[in-house]
């Protein structure tokens, strides 16, 4: 219930929501003088949205910055969460990347230069999804195929949302005897890594970060940056967003 509720409710609360019912209120009621505003608070607010500028600065700010390879230390397990594969197209040979693939590339990175000794993914099957593979399955499934060992791969297949990937990665852990006081890598996009952090600390297990998938760029001063519209641009609030209630609530409830 949770898990629905949470989705709901960043639905209510994305930026092309709110733009949607402003323009449409507007345009019901536009010999009215609240319905102008709300009409051209609409139509002013996709242009914000939209803005390349400033999506990318925000997102910037938001996201952990990224880490060198050669600055990370030893870890003997690294944690990749799922949320990177596309399961609603079906297929039984290969996997599906969407954006974000990356969380399991730089993780096969990592254990090909031996930073990590073993891969752990968590992440089962998110909302309403036509592949009846869990996401932790079909990134196992892709690691073997590039030749790492099944020895040296855990998945962990039933967590839904962030709080149970810590919740569910710990009595894995229990349950197959591995220390749960040492330290792990921790790897999942940037703009996530605060709430996955906060969630992991909150179940008692420490972890060192390792934030991938950046939908921020550098900063460019350039004309198609200020003036043109994008459709990525309102997708990047989209993500902070969803991203932002997520915290909110899961401070709400103690999850963090």
């Known amino acids: 219930m949770f898990f629905y509720l949470s989705q709901f409710l960043s639905f209510l609360a994305m930026p092309l929501t709110i733009i949607s019912i402003l323009i449409v209120v507007g345009a019901l009621y536009v010999r009215k003088k609240w319905g102008k505003i709300s009409l051209w608070t609409g139509i002013l607010s996709l242009w914000f949205f939209s803005n390349q500028f400033i999506a990318n600065q925000a997102m910037l700010a938001w996201e952990h910055d990224f880490k060198a390879f050669d600055e990370i230390k030893t870890y003997e397990i690294g944690i990749v969460l799922t949320g990177v594969t596309n399961l609603s197209k079906t297929a039984y040979d290969r996997t599906f990347f969407q954006k974000g693939a990356d969380r399991i590339t730089h993780a096969l990175q990592l254990y090909r230069m031996g930073k990590i000794e073993k891969i752990l993914i968590t992440g089962g099957q998110g909302l309403n999804p036509t592949n009846p593979n869990t996401e932790a399955k079909l990134l196992k499934d892709f690691l073997l195929m590039t030749g790492v060992p099944e020895s040296d791969v855990m998945i962990e297949e039933f967590a839904k949302n962030t709080r149970e990937n810590a919740l569910f990665t710990k009595e894995f852990l229990e349950k197959n ?80």
């Open 177 to 256: 005897g591995i220390d749960t006081n040492q330290e792990f890598l921790l790897i999942t996009s940037a703009f996530h890594m605060t709430r996955a952090k906060g969630c992991f600390d909150k179940v008692g297990l420490k972890t060192e970060t390792f934030p991938t998938d950046y939908y921020s760029h550098d900063t460019k001063y350039d004309l198609p940056a200020f003036i043109y519209p994008n459709p990525s641009s309102i997708e990047n609030w989209h993500k902070l967003a969803k991203e932002w209630i997520g915290i909110l609530v899961y401070k709400m409830v103690g999850y963090v």
